[in-house]
C-alpha cells in the first residue's frame, strides 16, 4: 500500500511494507536542507521502495547489479556547500529523489551493528547530501561528506556508523 506524506519541501513515499516509523524522514530531510542553509522554496522526494525496485534502478540508472541501500537522483548541478539562490518570484527548485531500500538497510544494520533508526537516518542524510553536490569520488572527497554526515546526525542525536 502507498502512502504519502507532504511536509513542507519534502514529499514522502513508502511504496514498500517494511515498518520505518522510528525515524520521520520528512523531518530529518527538512532537518538536512535547513542545516545546509537551504531556502524555503526547494522542494526534495523521499521514496521508499522494495529491493527488486531499487535493484531495477540501480541497473538502469547506475548501470550496477543488485539492490543498494540508498540512490540519490539530482536534478540540479550544484557545487557542496552553497546552496542555490531563489527570488521569491521564481518557482520552487526541485533538488531530485532520494531512493531508499528499508529492507537493505535493515541487514546493513545489522551487519554494521547499528539500530535500523540510525542507519536510515544515515542513508536519508547521504542521499540529501548527494542532491547537494557532495560526492565520494576519492578519498578526500568521501572523508568530507562522512563529516558532514556526522555533524548532521549529531544534531538530530543520531549517530554514524
Keep these: 500500500m502507498s502512502r504519502a506524506i507532504h511536509a513542507g519541501t519534502v514529499f514522502l513515499a513508502n511504496e514498500q511494507g517494511d515498518d520505518v516509523s522510528g525515524v520521520d524522514l520528512s523531518s530529518l530531510a527538512l532537518h538536512?536542507?535547513?542545516?545546509?542553509?537551504?531556502?524555503?522554496?526547494?522542494?526534495?522526494?523521499?521514496?521508499?521502495?522494495?529491493?527488486?525496485?531499487?535493484?531495477?534502478?540501480?541497473?538502469?540508472?547506475?548501470?550496477?547489479d543488485g539492490a543498494t541501500d540508498v540512490l540519490a537522483f539530482p536534478l540540479e548541478p550544484l557545487k557542496?556547500?552553497?546552496?542555490?539562490?531563489?527570488?521569491?518570484?521564481?518557482?520552487?527548485?526541485?533538488?531530485?529523489?532520494?531512493?531508499?531500500?528499508?529492507?537493505?538497510?535493515?541487514?546493513?544494520?545489522?551487519?554494521?551493528?547499528?539500530?535500523?533508526?540510525?542507519?536510515?537516518?544515515?542513508?536519508?542524510?547521504?542521499?540529501?547530501l548527494h542532491l547537494m553536490g557532495w560526492d565520494h569520488p576519492d578519498d578526500a572527497d568521501a572523508e568530507a561528506m562522512e563529516a558532514r554526515e556526522s555533524e548532521i546526525l549529531a544534531r538530530v542525536g543520531r549517530t554514524r556508523r
Excluded: K
Aim: without cysteine; negative net charge; hydrophobic residues 40%.
Design 32 to 64: 538536512v536542507l535547513d542545516h545546509e542553509r537551504y531556502p524555503d522554496r526547494v522542494e526534495v522526494t523521499v521514496l521508499l521502495v522494495d529491493e527488486p525496485t531499487i535493484s531495477g534502478y540501480n541497473e538502469r540508472f547506475m548501470g550496477r
Design 80 to 128: 557542496a556547500g552553497t546552496a542555490p539562490e531563489i527570488r521569491e518570484t521564481d518557482p520552487p527548485v526541485n533538488l531530485g529523489d532520494v531512493v531508499i531500500s528499508p529492507s537493505y538497510v535493515a541487514r546493513q544494520a545489522d551487519e554494521f551493528g547499528v539500530t535500523l533508526e540510525d542507519e536510515l537516518s544515515l542513508m536519508l542524510v547521504h542521499g540529501m
